[in-house]
């Protein structure tokens, strides 16, 4: 049934405004609602939603600084971003009301005919979701990748082709899971389950991995599930799924001595092996992506797509050609023989060291941006020795200078423009340029993402 059919004319009440209450407006919108938004959030917060509000037409009726219970007793229809609490007393009177309340999460779920993969888990997510989308789009698969606050999985059925998709993978957090009772994906992967709960919205840690985990219960037979087995082979609920389980491992199996006892994928001999359906074995060596936990997530999206019998030339080509996520150690381009990664999203110096642990050889660094109180001496050894040359640029760099600045060879420039141009002179065959500010980006730019694709934008018109 057509969903207009079922919701044309419906009093429709959003709550929150994020990205997800917008890309909620514009669905609502197309099937001929009544829309209504709340968010608790006071109205000098939201300057900038409000304004964007008043362009839509018709125009939405706006609650704002407040839940009144009579937005949420006089709809029809109450949906609800997941960073809301389900736990809200609105949303309870409405429950009890005999309203019909979901969370976008849950609402995109009920309506969604095609086969789901979720990726769970507390990390990773994202990552693994965009290499499994990529895999099977060499596949010549069509595919939604979402479920995330920058693309929602509301917008699933905005897709001109929606028809014509044969998978739809989605991120399910623990804080999406919660809002959700039956939900039953084709193929489940499992990652990690780290405790990285909000206190008040979860009980405690019991409560946050029974959320987690409580998709599990839900899998049959004919499903499969990916569990990471370095983290979580002791997980009875995990281990005792009545399911197909296949595991994966940055060691190796033969090492190990578990060869013979689980199905899955591996890493030895620098090469990785799986034995699911049949036996593959895939070359590392021109991978793209940086980074331990990449090469991780890496070893989940191909358990995952040899479940599914992707072709192995498919799977071989995302090892050598996946970008990584947008602004998140993403490889940009080659030029020259100097390969240059965005990493714009690393926006305090605990994130900046890691992501200089991820590369095998010291790096050409772009760093700086919104002056703040970082303790930079403690990252005094991290510089010197992973950091060939460092370019500082934006309100932090006569700080960092000062500081740790004489942990190797170091340039202050006075434009972003600037910093590019002069990490590109200094650079030579094999080197890497980094742009990893390890501060906010918003003394300069609106934001990382501005930040990240400025950057791009001017590596392609050196």
């Known amino acids: 049934m057509e969903l207009s059919s079922i919701y044309k004319g419906k009093k429709v009440l959003i709550v929150g405004l994020g990205k997800t209450g917008f890309a909620l407006i514009h669905f609502f919108n197309n099937l001929g609602c009544e829309i209504r938004v709340t968010d608790i959030k006071p109205i000098f917060d939201l300057n900038k939603q ?16 407040e839940h009144r219970d009579e937005d949420f007793l006089s709809a029809d229809l109450v949906v609800y971003s997941s960073s809301i609490d389900p736990k809200l007393p609105q949303i309870q009177l409405a429950i009890q009301n005999g309203r019909e309340v979901y969370s976008e999460f849950a609402f995109s779920y009920k309506h969604c005919k095609k086969p789901i993969i979720a990726v769970c888990g507390s990390i ?30 509301i917008n699933f059925y905005s897709l001109p082709n929606r028809d014509e998709i044969d998978y739809v993978v989605v991120e399910a957090s623990p804080w999406q899971l919660q809002t ?21 919205r979860f009980a405690n840690a019991t409560d946050y991995f029974e959320t987690c985990l409580n998709v599990v219960k839900n899998l049959t037979q004919d499903d499969y599930m ?68 990449n090469r991780e997530n890496l070893l989940a999206a191909i358990t995952a797509c040899k479940a599914l ?3 192995d030339d498919a799977i071989q080509n995302c090892i050598q050609k996946f970008p990584g996520i947008p602004n998140s150690l993403e490889f940009i381009v080659e030029k020259n023989g100097v390969k240059f990664y965005n990493d714009s999203k690393s926006e305090n110096m605990d994130q900046l060291k890691i992501s200089l642990d991820a590369f095998k050889d ?6 700086g941006g919104k002056e703040s109180e970082q303790d930079y001496e403690k990252y005094r050894s991290i510089i010197s020795e992973r950091v060939r040359i460092m370019v500082l640029v934006g309100e932090s760099k006569e700080g960092m200078n000062r500081l740790i600045g004489d942990s190797t060879q170091t340039f202050m420039v006075g434009s972003f423009d600037e910093s590019i141009l002069l990490a590109y002179q200094k650079s030579r065959t094999g080197d890497v340029i980094l742009l990893c500010p390890g501060h906010d980006s918003t003394d300069i730019f609106r934001d990382f993402e501005e930040k990240g694709n400025y950057y791009k934008k001017l590596i392609f018109q050196l």
């Open 50 to 65: 409000v304004k964007r509000l008043k362009k839509i037409q018709p125009n939405p009726e706006m609650t704002l600084g």
């Open 124 to 153: 990773g997510r994202t990552t693994i979701a965009n290499m499994i989308g990529f895999t099977l789009r060499v596949d010549k698969k069509n595919v939604f990748v979402g479920g995330t606050s920058e693309e929602p999985f």
């Open 180 to 200: 959700i009772d039956k939900f039953h994906p084709v193929l489940t992967i499992f990652p990690n389950i780290d405790e990285r709960f909000t206190p008040g």
């Open 226 to 293: 990916i569990v990471n087995f370095d983290k979580l082979s002791g997980n009875s609920a995990l281990r005792n799924a009545d399911t197909q389980t296949y595991w994966y491992s940055r060691k190796s199996f033969v090492s190990m001595g578990v060869i013979s006892e689980i199905q899955g994928t591996h890493f030895h001999e620098k090469r990785i092996h799986s034995n699911i359906h049949y036996y593959s074995e895939f070359k590392v060596n021109k991978m793209r992506i940086v980074g331990t936990e």
């Open 309 to 311: 019998k992707v072709s």
């Open 362 to 367: 010291p790096v050409i660094l772009i760093a």
